[in-house]
């Protein structure tokens, strides 16, 4: 069984180390050069685009900003898994707000903006505090925008006066006093049946993805069937096959989508050592129409992401159920470098770990994870 | 960080797929052809072994036995572990016994053949039920013989008369009624210090490992402490680096060793699924100077070899908790062709499993399947 991944980053990487047990081969596409790569050496092979398209059985992405001519292309294979209109939902705002609207899933009130002028009727429409997203290629905090208070539109439209709006208009969302983020990820099989892994809790810093926490604390059973509700919703409308992550807004007992992700997801690592089978295992198994693997939690596990630094301590591997993924790429500022999960049979052991792997995380990249500790383990 | 590895079959596949997370790059030398692959595609690598030895950082064995040459050079560059004597220890039984006796740890009583007619005084010794077995080059139940009793004996020494005893002796021990057999895998860090997880009991069908479970039942302090103080001895005095497995037979309360393995070992496959880190990574960390992971066993577990067959029924993966991990071999008689771990959370579970996965194996393979079901999960 052979699948060719468009994207040859992490993602693409941690899906063939879970398939090679299965015996299934996974080859990735660099979507910019075109050339094909071994995941995991990012060697490339002798083979073409075509080429690889027509010995694979199936073709996916480990992103949804794959170019639309490449997409096009999969898609006529009759191999691509999910869909390539699964994947352009996901990979543009206006189309993932429209399809929430229209199958009624809770999401946060939104304004579509193609000039700038229209900000002014957004924020009579929406009140005054707004956050503006780019509606493509946006992701990890870049091409996001802040108005805390009319006083900050005038410098905001500035900001925003070079882009061309009709071509990427941006969605302006009103600003949501959330008590917190939490993340599904879902598993859909060729037969539509699905699975669901528990919910993680999320702490974003600068736009990025921290540490994850899962299961998630305090989330009642109302609160997990809401997200498999609109997950499985989701997942029909789209005739969805493989692993497929909403992220949330939680206000009250309510849950308010943020953002689809056609693909396996950041927040769905812990699956790794804390769940039976992984999201990137199940992936494939979904695609390749294998029976999907048990998502339940084995034990309680937390994710940190490594970003920006260009190695790590290797003591950290001292700390009991420490486990690191390390990507082996180019440091650059904001990069995910890799990522740990830390895995405990209890929330007071997890607490610990965390606590353990602060002192060997520099500050800087991780201001957050001796507070998020506190916040994420704070019991009901 | 680059490991070579001697030997490029599935065990130096398991540990290429388990150094990848941390960075590691594991090439494997296929000791037939002098060739350098990669473990996972068994591509050939543009490289000679002396530049991968060069490259490398240390290097290691899938197996013992590599011949000679090849460990000489090896050892040569100083970055081999554990060390060409331990290898050849673990490739010579008449080096292990030598070892074990010297160390008063218990194994069953022996004597060495180096000329057929010594068969007379090993009888007299030993009785006159005995097992041959080659002391060089047998594994999986080649090059073992088995007397019931003296009549089978003018028979016995006229199959063993075409071997050249003067160059591989045999050795003849007693057949011992013990109860089971269990095998230790411990891990021992460059610091001296050691790891160990937990008991594993193991059937073999016509000398092959057949399944293990682990951790295995009825298996009191005294005798984890056993099979813990016999890795210790071995590993102080060899001053072994990695994974080292014992195999022992029990009697009563009694462990003796029946071989020893200087590298990770089939009977410890299931710590994949089964344990917070597995004995691929830990040989890998070990021998890396990493921290040694945690050997504890989050489930309880079963490994099923699958022999002989070149493939698998797919639905078999609807058990809940079962991994496939599939080696891509070419299919021959006896040729191990993958395995499956089976999780659970009771042992009660993990029967059902395992009753489960042999509705989906061929009784000719796996014969002990279903009975061994009952043997293995008979609690006391």
Redesign the interface.
């Known amino acids: 069984m052979r699948v060719l991944i468009y994207g040859a980053g992490q993602l693409a990487?941690m899906m063939y180390?879970a398939g090679?047990?299965?015996?299934i081969?996974v080859q990735a596409v660099d979507v910019a050069s075109g050339k094909i790569l071994?995941p995991?050496?990012k060697q490339p092979m002798q083979l073409s685009i075509a080429e690889a398209i027509e010995e694979a059985d199936y073709l996916s992405v480990e992103f949804e900003h794959v170019p639309e001519a490449l997409l096009h292309e999969a898609e006529l294979s009759g191999k691509l898994l999910p869909s390539m209109r699964a994947i352009l939902t996901g990979a543009d705002r206006i189309r993932e707000k429209t399809l929430l609207d229209k199958l009624d899933i809770a999401n946060s009130p939104y304004h579509v903006i193609t000039k700038v002028e229209q900000l002014d009727q957004a924020i009579e429409e929406l009140g005054e505090q707004l956050i503006i997203k780019s509606s493509r290629d946006g992701y990890d905090g870049y091409g996001q925008w802040r108005l805390q208070s009319k006083e900050q539109l005038a410098e905001l439209k500035d900001a925003l006066s070079s882009l061309n709006l009709q071509k990427v208009p941006l969605i302006a969302e009103k600003m949501i006093p959330f008590e917190r983020e939490v993340s599904m990820v879902a598993v859909r099989s060729r037969d539509g049946s699905m699975s669901f892994y528990p919910l993680a809790e999320n702490l974003h810093y600068r736009g990025q993805l921290h540490v994850s926490v899962a299961p998630a604390l305090k989330v009642s059973e109302e609160l997990q069937k809401q997200a498999e509700q609109a997950a499985t919703k989701l997942g029909d409308e789209l005739d969805y096959v493989g692993v497929l992550a909403v992220e949330f807004f939680q206000v009250g007992e309510q849950l308010l989508v943020n953002e689809i992700a056609p693909r396996v997801h950041n927040s769905g690592h812990w699956t790794q050592?804390g769940a039976?089978?992984c999201q990137f295992e199940n992936h494939l198994?979904a695609i390749c129409d294998?029976?999907v693997?048990?998502t339940s939690a084995?034990?309680c596990a937390a994710m940190v992401n490594i970003i920006g630094v260009s190695g790590f301590n290797?003591?950290m591997?001292?700390i009991?159920?420490?486990?690191?993924?390390?990507y082996?790429k180019e440091a650059r500022e904001k990069r995910k470098m890799?990522h740990i999960n830390l895995?405990a049979s209890s929330y007071e052991e997890l607490g610990n770990a965390m606590l353990a792997l602060s002192e060997y995380l520099p500050i800087a990249q991780f201001p957050k994870l001796k507070s998020s500790v506190q916040q994420l383990l704070k019991k009901q």
Not at 320 to 326: N, S, T, V
């Open positions: 990487k180390l090679a047990p299965l015996g081969q071994d995991e050496t050592q039976d089978t198994r294998l029976p693997g048990d084995t034990r290797r003591d591997l001292r009991p159920g420490c486990h690191l993924h390390w082996r890799g895995c």
